[in-house]
């Protein structure tokens, strides 16, 4: 029998169709032997944000040719694949389905098992695809729909320390873009008119900076931004605001991940490892100050590489990987779930009157 695993991920959660296929050998090492995503920022920027219907259709135009496009690149014929995972949830529905079904109908007609992954568990476990991380470490999620510390203690296991009690970081940075003219999705054009400004032009306030432990806010920012805004005349001007944008982000996940280590210090006290996945951990600044309050408070900082930090079917594979290891296979029958969470024991904390 041959040893090597070898998974097909597949994910659809929102505007990104990719595939993957990655292998683990005998001896435990991973390698990704193709990546493909294909982005539809060009079908979403003239509404300024995703259009799900417009997404899902996308999605099955294009599912069939980036499934061929990946088994192509990694060389393996697809009777060689040993499983098939696909993103179930959160995200998109008729987004989800898409990919959903598609796996399934690949398992089906391989004879092989089919997974259902959790698409933040793919996030959290994302850096084991470069690299031996062993369990527990502290967790920064920052993408475009969540933004969470937890701690993770292995497959499945996650304990919630703090999240934001309203937008997601992703959420903040491509609504500040909107509102300087940036198309979307802004959050990594944002950085690049942040190199050009002046951060200290303008002062921001940090939502719950000094209550909440590691809880975060990011909703009265943006209302101080659209004030702004709207005073602005110059293209200076708006690289001074993206400045000064950028520079507050830093400094309030700089306040909070010393929050998060100071809780993650009490439950753990042998591993300081501490991961920041998701799409906003591509952000270079972010990046180094981060780094920096590591080497503050002698934790090891893990990013993923850059293209695996946003939305990618590797991670989907991996995480299909783990779940094969201990024969976690899903029935061809597995729901799309929109609201999957990591911890699911902790509190809804959003919206207004929320008791941090
Ligand atoms: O993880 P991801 O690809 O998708 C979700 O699961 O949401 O994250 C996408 C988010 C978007 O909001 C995007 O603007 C943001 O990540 N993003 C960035 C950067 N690159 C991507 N935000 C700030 N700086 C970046 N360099
Ligand atoms: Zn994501």
Known sequence: MNEKKIILGIETSCDETAVSIIEEDKNGKIKILSNVVSSQFDIHKEFGGVVPELAARSHVEKIDLIAKKAIKKSGIGLKNITAIASTSGPGLIVCLTVGLNFGKALSASLNIPFIGVNHLEGHALSPKLITNLDFPYLLLLISGGHTQYLSVYGLGKYKRLGTTIDDALGEAFDKTAKLLGIEF?????????????????????????????????????????????????????????????????????EVKTQNAFNQFKKIETKKKIFVIAGGVAANKGIRKRLIKVCKNNGFKPIFPDPELCGDNAAMIALVGLEKFKIKNFDNLDL?????????????????AGVKL
């Open 335 to 351: 729901p799309a779930s929109p609201r999957l969470a990591l911890d699911e024991k902790a509190k809804f904390l959003k919206g």
């Open 185 to 253: 999705p802004g959050g990594p054009k944002l950085e690049n008119f942040a190199k050009k400004g002046d951060p200290n032009r303008f002062k921001l306030p940090k939502p719950i900076i000094n209550k909440g432990g590691c809880n975060l806010s990011f909703a009265g920012l943006k209302t101080a931004i659209l004030r702004i805004a709207n005073t602005i005349k110059s293209k200076q001007e708006k690289f001074d605001l993206a400045a000064s944008f950028q520079k507050t982000i830093e400094e309030i996940l």
